[in-house]
């Protein structure tokens, strides 16, 4: 055989051997054990620093700054697990598209972050971003309140003094308030996430939202649900000079893609795109009136923005994507192999001791501890969602 010939036939056969091997690995992200075993260091390493965090109760009577420096980066070991299950599990790739002027600012600066809120996943493209920037473990929402119960990840935000509210203004005004003035001497930079649409857009939601548009005298919007102004308002007004910018965000995924969570754990990947404009905070109206029509105008945009999207499948303009970091693979790697040698060791005493009532307590521990974990995935399925925005024309519609 000619030696080209030869060379051809060797590049094939590694061809087909790299793609049978990716299959394999395709087949083996989609087992139930892996998934059981991810759930497992994530649940048992996020408890680990769930306690590690109430640990440092003492420390904030002593040097607040340094508490809350220490509960970034325990935050960190949690939330970044779930972007390595991102980026690397599932390989998914997101994109971003943005203006060489406004990039060197992000993660050098406090933001205020206004995103839509239409997938499931949505959360976990924006902590990919933090994790690139560097602001993962200081990152900052609005969230609903029901998500401060939600074991690990709740409890961890509230060491990290994440902003909840019932969604019931009056309620909420004097807790949030109190919550966003304590941000104003923040140790480290952190990006303030406002999904001001209040709830995950559905069809029912985007029509009844429309209609109290339309009794507001509002232009109606196709793509997103009319915004909540209230909290935008507050954040502005209660965070200028602590927050230079608002980071005005949105995203996509190729080719119609509907992610889940699930779809994460199973190994599918995704591709994301993510769309910011970077408007300095000195640009938007003290007033509030102001504030709030200022808000509905940009949420007029970014409707336009989507249509250009739904009809083109990308964004205009530049694409400068920060690269994707080692560190969440690292600390996720970390987690396994301190975790991985207890499990053995507890399951080699369990078949060791022969008991039949020990081995049926494990089994249904396990299971119990992925029904746990299935409800927590739950809290990001839209179908399982609130009720909160079902009704119009009421100030309070509550779940
Ligand atoms: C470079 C890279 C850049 C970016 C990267 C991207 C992102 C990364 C950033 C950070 C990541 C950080 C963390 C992410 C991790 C996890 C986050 C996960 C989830 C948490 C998210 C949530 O929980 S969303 C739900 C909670 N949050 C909110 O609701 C925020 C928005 N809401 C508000 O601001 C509200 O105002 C409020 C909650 C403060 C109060 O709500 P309430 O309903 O009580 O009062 P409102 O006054 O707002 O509403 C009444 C007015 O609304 C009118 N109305 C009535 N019905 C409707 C309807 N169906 N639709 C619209 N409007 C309606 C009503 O008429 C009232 O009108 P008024 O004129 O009287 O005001
Ligand atoms: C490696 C990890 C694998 C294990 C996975 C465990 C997953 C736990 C994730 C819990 C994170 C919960 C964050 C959900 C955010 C969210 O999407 O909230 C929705 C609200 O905005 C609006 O709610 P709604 O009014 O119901 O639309």
């Known amino acids: 055989m000619p030696s080209n010939a030869k060379k051809v036939a060797f590049a094939e056969a590694g061809e087909r051997s790299w793609c049978s091997t990716m299959e394999l690995f395709r087949l083996f992200k989609m087992q139930f ?28 009577a002593i040097n607040k700054q340094l508490a809350r420096k220490v509960n970034c980066r325990l935050a960190y070991c949690i939330s970044s697990q779930m972007v390595a299950l991102l980026e690397w599990w599932s390989g998914t790739e997101c994109t971003l ?23 499931e996943i949505d959360f976990l493209c924006g902590w990919t ?10 990152s900052k929402v609005l ?18 003094e994440i902003v909840f509210c019932k969604r019931k203004w009056e309620e909420d005004q004097k807790t949030v308030v109190q919550s966003l003035q304590r941000l104003k001497d923040y140790p480290e930079n952190f990006w303030f996430l406002l999904y001001c649409e209040g709830t995950r857009f559905t069809q029912k939601k985007h029509k009844i939202s429309m209609e109290v548009a339309e009794k507001k005298g509002l232009p109606k919007l196709k793509y997103h649900l009319l915004p909540r102004t209230k909290g935008f308002c507050v ?9 230079t910018a608002v980071y005005d965000s949105t995203l996509n995924f190729r080719n119609n893609q509907i992610p889940t969570l699930l779809g994460i754990l199973n190994g ?10 970077r408007l300095p905070l000195d640009s938007i109206p003290e007033n509030e009136a102001e504030c709030a029509m200022w808000l509905h ?6 409707d336009e923005l989507q249509e250009k999207y739904s009809l083109t499948g990308c964004f205009p303009g530049p694409t400068l994507t920060p690269p994707c970091r080692p560190w969440a693979l690292l600390n996720w790697l970390f987690w396994i192999l301190l975790l991985l040698f207890p499990l053995c060791l507890l399951l080699l005493r369990l078949f060791q001791s022969g008991s039949t009532f020990i081995i049926f307590t494990t089994v249904v521990l396990c299971f119990a ?4 974990v299935r409800w927590m995935i739950g809290q990001t399925e839209i179908n399982k969602g609130s009720s909160y925005g079902n009704k119009g024309g009421q100030l309070n519609n509550n779940a």
């Open 143 to 160: 969230a609903k309140k029901e998500l401060a119960f939600v074991p690990v990840i709740g409890w961890m935000w509230y060491f990290l």
């Open 369 to 372: 501890a992925s029904l746990g």
């Open 268 to 277: 599918k990947k995704y591709h994301a795109d993510l769309y910011v404009r």
């Open 297 to 302: 105008k940009l949420y007029q945009e970014k």
């Open 235 to 243: 954040t502005v007004q209660h965070l200028r000079g602590t927050v």
């Open 97 to 119: 598209y943005t203006d060489p002027e406004s990039y060197p600012f992000y993660g050098k600066e406090n933001a205020i972050v206004i995103l839509n809120h239409n997938f």
């Open 129 to 138: 971003f933090c994790e690139r920037f560097g602001v993962l473990g200081s």
């Open 33 to 60: 054990i892996c998934h059981l075993f991810i759930c497992y260091v994530f649940l048992v390493s996020g408890l680990i620093v769930n306690f590690l965090q109430l640990c440092t109760l003492p420390l904030w």
